[in-house]
């Protein structure tokens, strides 16, 4: 069993910048991707971002390509996204997931969001 809990959310302006964490318990961290999705009101969840297991691989949607960053560290079984250059439609709940192979739209592991609200 793993556990992901998302810190980190909160309120920016657009054009701001802000960093979410997500700590892994449980289970061996290093044996799993990472990914980082995410929700609006009256939307569909959708993919932000992943890391392989190893770290060395990483992918993104094209809406955030350039301006968020996925990393992992492995001593403090965390994985981070960094937002910059945020924009009003990166407004959702920010969800964390956990893989034994790869990251898809169905994962095994799920955390309970974190709320991210850019203002225009």
């Known amino acids: 069993q793993v556990q992901l809990v998302e810190s980190g959310g909160g309120l920016v302006q657009a054009g701001g910048s802000l960093s979410l964490s997500c700590a892994a318990s449980?289970?061996?961290?290093?044996?799993?991707?990472m990914g980082w999705f995410r929700q609006a009101p009256g939307k569909e969840r959708e993919f932000v971002a992943a890391?392989?297991?190893?770290?060395?691989?990483?992918d993104y949607a094209d809406s955030v390509m350039g301006r968020f960053t996925i990393s992992r560290d492995y001593a403090k079984n965390t994985i981070y996204l960094h937002m910059n250059s945020l924009k009003p439609e990166d407004t959702a709940v920010y969800f964390c997931?956990?893989?034994?192979?790869?990251?898809?739209?169905?994962?095994?592991?799920w955390g309970q969001g974190t709320q991210v609200t850019v203002s225009s």
């Open positions: 997931a956990a893989a034994k192979g790869i990251i898809t739209s169905t994962n095994d592991y």
């Open positions: 449980g289970r061996t961290f290093s044996s799993f991707a």
């Open positions: 890391i392989n297991w190893s770290g060395d691989r990483t």
